[in-house]
């Protein structure tokens, strides 16, 4: 039933923060005494994100646990909650086996599912966000215990067969409705990629060469990020102290790449990839076992396998995409690099030749010198509060939907300054809930992201389920004088959250197995990088985009000019992506390699990048999201391909359209991976988009 995959895989993160009547009065107050701070009137909603909330447990009030879970109130009761989710699973599990074959089978796995997802989801959450180690712990001990029952559950066969008596009855599985022939179809799956339908030593098997992966992988990752190092001896005097050094030898951890000198690029270019003879056999060992694990259960490759079920469905499509997109890249490269040249050449004039290590430092000065754009100039118009004002403007009049600051319960957040913002329909009431935790604090996980705690799915009653979520940001605290500051970027990537946020609240499918953002990686990250496109659009951005200190609006000469600089060499940076991704595909497909990994990828860089490959450097070794993203590195674009065709074809007209914003809603969100990706997306652009389509899409985003 891989309920384990159920609960964790599917999982994004989600922001959004809230405030209480208190903070707001004190706030209002505050500003009294800081009229510098406040000339820019602030909405409640604003307010509450623009002050500091900090909040405090009562230990004199009742708690209610963290999100509002009764029992995750002390590391002690984590191990409570724990045992009552599995107890539950284990009735679920008994009515499952015992009952008749009909569609309401389909119906128990999901509350099995949603039996352990319950704490195994917000416990996966917890361990790596809440700053009391002793919770951490209790969660981590908590999710581990359910991961374990998990495995048991992926190797039951009475389970299995419960599951495959239905989907072998023609007459049940073709009355059922079109969501719930998925989801059984994809509970099959994900007990077939444990297994389970192995003989008993093809299973033992598959068990060691899953955990050997999990095992590779971690160490993978690991020397991803570790110092390469060189006898202090071999760098002149004048550039060895401009890195770490340790007794004799200098430790290189990054690539420099915005570092001015050209030779200090270089040297940690050179230095920083230098082939590892043991993290290139770890990768080697990596790659192998998944490519065995893969034909263990009758794939012809870890691709094959990885793509089942995603909008490209096969890693032919998928290498269709990838190079008919990277030969269209070409000449617009070529014509960037010109510009790299010519910048280089102002400042070196002995070699404007553009190196691997050269264009992200050239790229920002050219930027810099043709559009003088400096984000420091554009923060003062985008305060946490404002950006938090445009995205209720912009689901307001798209969907109907007003985000409240609401106040907490005692013991529902883990951390002072998380806000909670109730998710409310003007005629349907609640959605769902969205906790937002924006600021840094030390141990906290330093990425943006969405963080599913709580699935949507219909109840027995007929009431809904509604979903919390997540979103983490690491921004500034705000200041006593100014609030919270976000760069455009910054922007950008809290706008792309909420597009996740969103795909979770708008989503009513009738199981949590596949609502919202629970569904195919390609598909996933469609709705997050739409919401970009509302954040570079100035009829958006100026409906909030005001002076912190002056109320003045962002002028349409300043968003003109920051949009052109990050459009100027975005072949480039594509073409880089279409290297990671033909890189990725090529390593995870058909077994043995013509070469090794080096050689490979070398090959790959001589026919699909600009510039040439670096001899005596692997890339590869570092590149952490052959982990993460084993075969599906190609999502990104994939993605950005679709939401791209979405935006220009339906939103770019008007933006705030309120009936676009519904159909969007209803035919495509609120399907979760409930239906045929593709399908939705045909909903929203009138067609199936073939390869062709996407392709030309991510041209035309790649356009000077």
Not at 23 to 29: G, K, P, Y
Not at 357 to 381: C, E, I, L
Not at 417 to 439: P, S
Request: overall charge negative; hydrophobic content about 35%.
């Amino acid at each position: 039933m891989a309920a384990r995959k159920i609960c964790l895989q599917h999982r994004q993160y989600i922001t959004f923060m809230q405030r209480t009547k208190n903070t707001m009065r004190a706030s209002l107050s505050h500003h009294k005494h800081h009229s510098k701070r406040c000339v820019a009137t602030w909405s409640p909603l604003g307010t509450a994100f623009n002050v500091r909330a900090n909040r405090k447990l009562n230990a004199n009030q009742h708690n209610v646990g963290l999100f509002e879970m009764a029992d995750m109130t002390s590391p002690e009761r984590f191990a409570i909650a724990q045992q009552k989710s599995l107890s539950e699973a284990e009735n679920l599990v008994r009515q499952a086996v015992e009952s008749p074959t009909s569609p309401e089978i389909v119906v128990m796995f999901d509350k099995l599912s949603d039996a352990l997802c319950r704490v195994a989801d917000a416990a996966d959450f917890i361990r790596v966000a809440h700053p009391d180690p002793e919770i951490c712990q209790a969660a981590e001990n908590a999710l581990l215990s359910i991961s374990a029952a998990v495995e048991k559950l992926n190797t039951c066969p009475e389970l299995h067969q419960s599951l495959r008596r239905l989907l072998d009855n023609d007459k049940v599985f073709s009355s059922m409705d079109e969501e719930s022939r998925i989801v059984a179809k994809l509970l099959m799956f994900d007990f077939e990629q444990s297994g389970i339908h192995l003989e008993e030593a093809k299973r033992e098997e598959f068990v060691h060469l899953n955990e050997e992966v999990l095992v590779l992988g971690s160490h993978f990752i690991q020397g991803t990020q570790t110092f390469s190092e060189i006898q202090t001896k071999h760098l002149p005097d004048h550039m060895r102290y401009l890195f770490t050094v340790d007794g004799d030898k200098v430790k290189i951890g990054s690539l420099y790449a915005d570092n001015p000198n050209d030779l200090i690029r270089e040297a940690a270019f050179k230095i920083f990839l230098y082939p590892d003879p043991g993290q290139d056999q770890v990768l080697n060992r990596l790659l192998e076992a998944r490519h065995n694990l893969a034909t263990l259960v009758g794939f012809d490759s870890y691709a094959q396998r990885a793509l089942r079920g995603t909008m490209a469905g096969t890693p032919e499509n998928v290498m269709e995409f990838l190079t008919k997109t990277g030969d269209g890249l070409l000449d617009r490269v070529s014509k960037e690099i010109d510009i790299m040249k010519k910048t280089k050449g102002q400042y070196n004039y002995r070699d404007s030749e553009i190196h691997p290590w050269d264009p992200s430092f050239y790229m920002n000065t050219a930027k810099h010198d043709r559009y003088n754009v400096r984000g420091s100039g554009y923060q003062p118009y985008f305060s946490l509060g404002a950006c938090m004002e445009g995205l209720n403007i912009i689901f307001s009049n798209l969907y109907g939907i007003q985000l409240d600051s609401v106040e907490p319960e005692n013991g529902e957040i883990w951390a002072p300054d998380v806000q909670k913002l109730a998710v409310t329909h003007e005629t349907d009431g609640i959605l769902g809930y969205i906790y937002c935790d924006f600021f840094d604090r030390p141990n906290k996980p330093a990425q943006d992201c969405h963080f599913t705690i709580r699935g949507g799915r219909r109840l027995d009653d007929g009431s809904y389920q509604i979903p919390r979520v997540v979103i983490n940001c690491c921004f500034p605290s705000p200041k006593l004088d100014a609030p919270t500051l976000l760069t455009h970027g910054n922007l950008e990537n809290l706008f792309h959250e909420f597009g996740h946020a969103m795909h979770s609240m708008l989503a009513r499918t009738r199981y949590q197995h596949v609502t919202g953002t629970r569904c195919v990686t390609d598909f996933a990250e469609v709705p997050s990088i739409l919401m970009e496109y509302f954040a570079n659009d100035y009829r958006v951005l100026r409906q909030f985009a005001k002076h912190y200190q002056t109320n003045e609006t962002l002028p349409e000469e300043a968003i003109n000019r920051l949009c052109a600089s990050k459009k100027m060499f975005s072949a480039y940076e594509m073409q880089t992506q279409v290297v990671y991704a033909i890189m990725d595909q090529k390593y995870h497909g058909k077994r043995p390699l013509e070469k090794s990994t080096t050689d490979l990828l070398f090959e790959i860089q001589q026919q699909f990048s600009s510039l040439p490959p670096v001899h005596n450097t692997a890339w590869q070794l570092r590149f952490g999201h052959l982990v993460g993203y084993g075969a599906k590195y190609y999502s990104y674009l994939y993605s950005r391909a679709v939401a791209a065709r979405i935006w220009h074809e339906v939103f770019a007209v008007d933006p705030f359209s309120r009936s676009t914003g519904e159909r969007y809603r209803h035919q495509m969100l609120a399907h979760g991976g409930g239906k045929d990706p593709v399908g939705l997306v045909a909903n929203m652009i009138g067609k199936r988009p073939t390869t062709d389509d996407l392709v030309q899409s991510l041209l035309d985003e790649a356009k000077l």
